[in-house]
DNA sequence: CTGAAAGCGCTTACAG
DNA sequence: CTGAAAGCGCTTACAG
């Protein structure tokens, strides 16, 4: 490379100002058509780069948004994140993804990062037990905060998530009307609002139905597939012997079946598993997963626009905005053999 | 929030001048102790926040380094960028990245947005159809390039993949030494360097063991799931009647697994499955998936290493460099039934 | 060991 | 419709 090409050099090869150059490189209607088509053409034959640094720094606007979640290869947050991409790239701003791994530390670190580049907004499920300081941080530096899958006590930001306990009991429920009166609750953990809503739900369902709740019949643990996997050996030792699961998610709900299976016993027909998020190979799975739709793509969007819309002066998204769950009933359970 | 704190606030709270604070702050032996002791107190107390763009624009580096894959969520690339947030996380590099899904354009815009930010290199898996004016351009405006997954025809970069021909045909191999003769070929396109290699890996394990190649076995399609799940019913209806199936990667593997499950047969014994990458979940389906290591986090780890050292100054990195696959022999193949 | 001053490459009033 | 000039917040020679 020769030389770096700035808006200077374009002005000076075509006799003109850098504040002209500037605005018709924008588009500004004050720039006659024929002088911002000569810039334009010559910018495009220099090979100019927009150094978005230098308009950054005297703007304080950076067209950067972060996004900090749990696990970004986790399919649920995948899903979530798909959408969010999409509304943004449609609104030319840049995204920066991190994963806090529900490190306090490690998503502090990333939002004093988002800071120090100037980012325009951030997009968090935030890491188990985030103290409101650090929301605080990010707010008291003009970074509005958009919180996505989780809430935080105490904390009234906008918050787009699935509706947990409502949710949770629509499995529940179904599985009652299947017949079913010993049902386990397998994966999650009390420590997110997540966790604590959907355990809730599922014993609320029980008690509706007079159905003894009996904690011993929840297995706690990660949201993962390994972990439904190994899950399936307690399960499938517990003297209550339940004859139906319902799974915190689908991950954890397609690694039990396949624990199941690998037992001997079919997934389905033995044994009833339902799965909460229905993600994409929640239909592809054998037997395919009945699940409860969470809304991934609508609480991406939402979240997304929301964000745009405050970055361009909007306030009314604040409070929490609760998706709808929907149950999915396929071929992983069915009635209580008698 | 009051009035933003800047270098020369802190300078004045404390009678010194903006240089002697910025030296402090980066840690340089030329400011005495305690003087670096108060500003660093000061400016914890005032909450002070490095503006990294106006840094940056001063040094023209970024601590941004870019990353760019066709899918973040596919698991396969998932495992590739855990490895590369590690690395470069130790060395405080912010990381951004982005899909570019194979649109040659949408690939083309995240570089500019690299160029326009500053970022110091990229990481890319390059979609189908890159030109190599497009590394050009990076290069050409000092953003070093590092390829990962993929290669470029006619374009040395320094480049960390599997070696795709071997590994197939580790694959292949195997199940020819289990008896099978009839072996379909599931998955992949001949677009990506990695798709011609795969095939030609089937192809000359197959004509080494004098069994006829017959081009109506290779049933190619996308790398997921679901296109595995689809391509069951091809698959079950091909006149030759294969007994086993190389596939793509493990997702292909795990969704024809469904599908041939589905149809009540049962993968492992009736059919002979390998995956290919040995994802996390290879292990843990049901029947526990035969597949060839890919060493995902290796090219990770070596391709964000290579990244820093050429920063570095460093020139060695040049080249390819190839993983060597491993074979890794579960449950879903077994010797051909007679 | 510390300070005064220039400059990175933009954009934005302001003037004409 | 276009230009001259200041300034965004840092860092880096250079001087002392």
């Not at 995204?95 to 990062?113: A, C, G, M, P």
């Not at 787009?160 to 009991?169: N, P, S, V």
């Not at 003297?239 to 199941?260: E, F, R």
């Not at 993600?279 to 929301?306: D, F």
Request: glycine fraction near 8%.
């Amino acid at each position: 490379m020769a030389q770096k090409i700035k808006l200077s050099t374009i002005a000076e090869s075509l006799g003109l100002s850098t504040a002209t150059v500037s605005l018709a490189l924008r588009d500004s209607p004050l720039v006659a058509d024929n002088t911002r088509e000569k810039i334009k053409e010559r910018a495009q034959a220099l090979g100019y780069i927009y150094n978005r640094r230098a308009a950054s720094l005297r703007t304080s606007r950076s067209g950067i948004v972060g996004v900090v979640v749990h696990d970004i290869m986790n399919p649920f947050y995948a899903e979530i994140l798909r959408a969010i991409e999409s509304e943004l790239d449609r609104n030319r701003q840049t995204f920066i993804l991190s994963n806090h791994y529900d490190s306090v530390e490690k998503q502090r670190n990333f939002l004093e990062t988002l800071l120090q580049l100037g980012a325009d907004g951030v997009i968090m499920s935030p890491a188990i037990g985030t103290p409101p300081d650090d929301i605080r941080l990010a707010e008291d530096n003009n970074m509005p905060v958009i919180l996505i899958a989780r809430s935080i006590e105490n904390v009234t930001l906008p918050t787009y998530r699935g509706d947990d306990a409502y949710g949770i009991a629509l499995a529940t429920n179904h599985l009652i009307s299947l017949g079913h009166r010993c049902i386990a609750m397998i994966g999650g953990t009390d420590q997110t609002s997540t966790g604590r809503h959907r355990y809730a739900g599922y014993v609320e369902a029980l008690e509706k139905a007079n159905i003894e709740v009996d904690p011993k019949l929840r297995i706690p643990g990660p949201r993962t597939k390994r972990a439904g996997f190994e899950a399936a050996v307690n399960f499938l030792s517990l003297p209550q012997k339940p004859t139906a699961a319902v799974c915190w998610n689908d991950l954890v709900a397609i690694g039990l079946m396949s624990g199941i299976a690998r037992a001997g016993l079919v997934p389905g027909k033995d044994i009833s598993v339902t799965g909460y998020d229905d993600l994409e190979e929640a239909s592809i799975a054998t037997p395919a997963l009945t699940t409860v739709w969470n809304g991934q793509s609508e609480v991406g969007r939402m979240a997304a626009r929301a964000l745009l819309d405050k970055l361009n002066g909007s306030t009314d998204a604040d409070g929490l905005h609760l998706i709808r769950p929907e149950m999915r009933i396929r071929q992983s359970t069915s009635p209580l053999k008698s």
